[in-house]
């Protein structure tokens, strides 16, 4: 079982800097594959960023690539969404994941929400 604790969210102006942490307990050898997802009202889940935590690869949406980084640390308990020159529309509530699967599947051609098995309860992030 594993447990994903997020924090970091909060009102924030754009074009600002947050980052959000995601702290994971429990079993490591069923998560090999992290991710941060976001949600605004009215929308679908959105994937924003993966992290492969044996090799450190890395995927981006589109929406977010060049201005959001993902990263963990050294022990590989906490994954971090470094977000930069936030906009408007990067209100949401943001989500972290976790799931087993191949690095091709986590990072090179992901798919959706279904990858993963274990989310956290989320943090919001509003930008004005």
């Known amino acids: 079982h594993v447990q994903l604790v997020e924090s970091g969210g909060g009102s924030v102006q754009a074009g600002g800097s947050p980052r959000l942490s995601c702290a994971a307990s429990?079993?490591?050898?069923?998560?090999?594959?992290m991710a941060w997802f976001r949600q605004a009202p009215g929308k679908e889940r959105e994937g924003v960023a993966r992290i492969a935590t044996g090799s450190g690869n890395t995927y981006y949406a589109d929406s977010v690539k060049g201005r959001f980084t993902i990263s963990q640390d050294n022990a590989k308990t906490t994954v971090f969404l470094q977000m930069n020159s936030l906009k408007s529309e990067d209100t949401a509530m943001y989500y972290c994941?976790?799931?087993?699967?191949?690095?091709?599947?986590?990072?090179?051609?992901?798919?959706?929400?279904?990858?993963?098995?274990?989310w956290g309860q989320g943090t919001q992030v509003t930008v004005s």
């Open positions: 994941a976790a799931g087993f699967m191949t690095q091709y599947r986590c990072t090179e051609a992901p798919g959706g929400s279904s990858d993963f098995g274990y």
């Open positions: 429990g079993y490591t050898y069923n998560r090999n594959c």
